[in-house]
């Protein structure tokens, strides 16, 4: 066990995570010349498309030290972006190190801090890295000094190294194996494994990727799930090499997966430890925090054959997305579907595009929204998360909303249009100080269904992509909420309703008018797209008629035989209008959910 490593990286987005594992995996002599591609351990084509990692990956690399030694070094790769740092937490939860990883030219960002605390939590050795020496910004000594000042690390086991060139990666190596401390662990106790990952594949069932904290296993054991007690027996354990690579055993201080035709996708869940049936160990281990979903949407599919196919497809998902939660719901417009739950905006957008593409199903998403609580007057408490279930507002005596601190960090001389973004989304409690000169960290209190609407891209665009930020939901504070509902030609469209806030509900609702008259095509009679709450019209747009010319056959005489063929157009759209259906194309429901502020 001494020449095991388990380790982890960790950083804010673009810090050069994923390219410093590939320099690893070469380093190793893990993947040929020939075979090599950027980003090796992205596996999914929406992480390569969009140049971020959304899952963990782990892989095993034979490390031949300077001491002549060979190490067996377990790395995980972890997502960098806030939406998804409940699979960091996961992934820590199989380590003793992690190598925190700086950007030279950018310095410490608000994600750092984040993934330093939960590093911290789990009690791991942390490494502090300063990548991306090579560039022509890059500024080591001040980066060196805000790991001293900022997080408080030691920085004599500071290492700095270009992952894209390969200068320096060979001493980080080293400093894993001389600075990290090998695992705990009794081999001959009895089996104590971790789940910390899980996908599901349609040939061997449930893959279940676990550390093994105690004992040993190999194929032919009967193992049990201490959640549920179902029990299977092990078909193959093995190493991610960069291939999966069975082994005849996997034992104590070793990270791998275990096969054992699991076809029932409910029995897996991360977190869940994993015993010999015949040898049971004493305790499960703590397994992971649940994660709380902050924003809501409602799935259905586009075709209504699809529903059963959506079902199995966000169960397999749900095994190798843990944070996705779901329940049924339905829809007077769009028929059944889930009512899901997810981390942030680009989670949602994540499991939309993974769900359209590994498992083909298109689908129509409802507008976000956050869980309100809603007192009423006969005393009880509802939370509500979907605008059809809105009380009567008669009933209501007071509502709330949640509330969230947000931490921006970014140069000073945007301090300004960063304010102002702040107030227009209600901000309060604004306080900021400067952790080194030239930068500030902005703390501010702001409404969590303000942030999620596209918060983050104004950001990024009005401080030229150095703005970072991160939050945490601190607690539900009373608000003036009221429901937006969407009529086209007189008819409701529960899809396209709201929860919003009093102040913002004709800005809201105006921008949706707008965007659906983009988007709904012309028919032969006039459509009035309106926004109205309760009773009260607050926005309206009219899509305009297609007029066909009835008057063209007339040449000349008295002008009364021109009206009465227009007298009798009238009459045909009047009568066309009440009894006349709108489509509705799926483009207008996702364009309802873009903002148009560049």
Do not use: W
Not at 317 to 338: H, I, P, R, V
Not at 559 to 572: C, N, V, W
């Amino acid at each position: 066990m001494n020449k095991i490593r388990n380790f982890s990286i960790i950083a804010h987005i673009d810090h050069g995570k994923s390219t410093l594992a590939d320099r690893m995996i070469q380093l190793c002599e893990m993947v040929s010349a020939r075979e090599f591609k950027d980003q090796l351990l992205d596996s999914m084509d929406i992480e390569r498309e969009r140049g971020i990692t959304i899952k963990s990956q782990t892989i095993s690399l034979p490390y031949k030290a300077k001491d002549g030694q060979i190490y067996e070094l377990n790395l995980v790769d972890t997502p960098g972006h806030v939406d998804f740092s409940y699979e960091v937490s996961r992934a820590l939860a199989a380590c003793e190190g992690a190598l925190l990883l700086i950007d030279a030219a950018q310095g410490v960002e608000a994600q750092t801090l984040a993934n330093l605390y939960l590093a911290m939590e789990n009690d791991l050795e942390i490494i502090p890295v300063i990548n991306k020496i090579d560039l022509p910004a890059a500024d080591p000594e001040s980066t060196l000094f805000q790991i001293e000042e900022d997080l408080g690390l030691d920085i004599n086991n500071a290492r700095l190294c270009s992952a894209k060139t390969g200068q320096g990666v060979d001493e980080i190596l080293e400093a894993v194996i001389h600075l990290l401390p090998p695992p705990q662990g009794d081999a001959d106790k009895p089996l104590k494994a971790l789940i910390f990952d899980a996908n599901y594949d349609p040939y061997r069932g449930t893959i279940i990727s676990c550390r093994i904290f105690e004992g040993r296993i190999k194929a032919g054991d009967t193992i049990i799930f201490m959640s549920n007690n179902a029990s299977y027996k092990v078909e193959e354990v093995g190493k991610f090499l960069f291939k999966k690579t069975p082994q005849k055993e996997l034992r104590a201080g070793q990270i791998g997966y275990i096969l054992a035709g699991v076809k029932t996708v409910d029995d897996t869940r991360p977190g869940d430890t994993v015993t010999l049936k015949d040898r049971p160990c004493a305790q499960a281990l703590p397994g992971f925090k649940e994660v709380q979903p902050v924003v809501f949407s409602s799935i259905y599919p586009i075709s209504t054959d699809d529903y059963e196919d959506l079902t199995t497809a966000l169960g397999k998902l749900k095994l190798n997305d843990a944070a996705l939660s779901y329940q049924k719901d339905t829809s007077a417009a769009l028929g059944f579907g889930y009512r899901c739950g997810f981390l942030g905006l680009l989670h949602l957008e994540v499991v939309q595009e993974r769900l359209e593409r590994e498992f083909d199903i298109p689908l129509i998403l409802t507008v976000p929204t956050v869980s309100y609580r809603f007192y009423l007057q006969d005393g009880t408490t509802e939370i509500i998360d979907n605008p059809s279930y809105f009380p009567d507002p008669a009933k209501i005596e007071r509502t709330e909303e949640p509330f969230i601190k947000a931490s921006i960090l970014m140069p000073e001389r945007y301090m300004g249009v960063v304010m102002n973004l702040c107030m227009e989304r209600r901000g309060e409690n604004t306080t900021y100080h400067y952790p080194t000169p030239g930068r500030i960290e902005l703390n501010c209190e702001l409404p969590l269904a303000e942030v999620i609407y596209d918060f983050y891209d104004r950001l990024k665009s009005i401080t030229q992509g150095y703005g970072s930020f991160d939050y945490e939901l601190i607690d539900y504070r009373s608000s003036n909420l009221v429901k937006l509902d969407i009529l086209v030609n007189g008819e409701r469209v529960d899809a396209l309703s709201q929860l919003v806030h009093r102040e913002k509900s004709r800005e809201r609702g105006l921008h949706a008018c707008e965007k659906l008259k983009e988007e709904i095509p012309r028919h032969m009679f006039k459509i009035a797209i309106q926004a109205t709450i309760g009773g009260a019209v607050v926005a309206r747009t009219n899509v305009a008629a297609m007029r066909k010319d009835v008057t063209a056959k007339c040449y000349g005489g008295d002008i009364s035989r021109k009206r009465k063929l227009l007298e009798k157009q009238k009459a045909g759209k009047k009568r066309m209008k009440t009894v006349g259906n709108v489509d509705i194309p799926q483009k207008a429901f996702l364009a309802v959910l873009k903002s148009d502020q560049s």
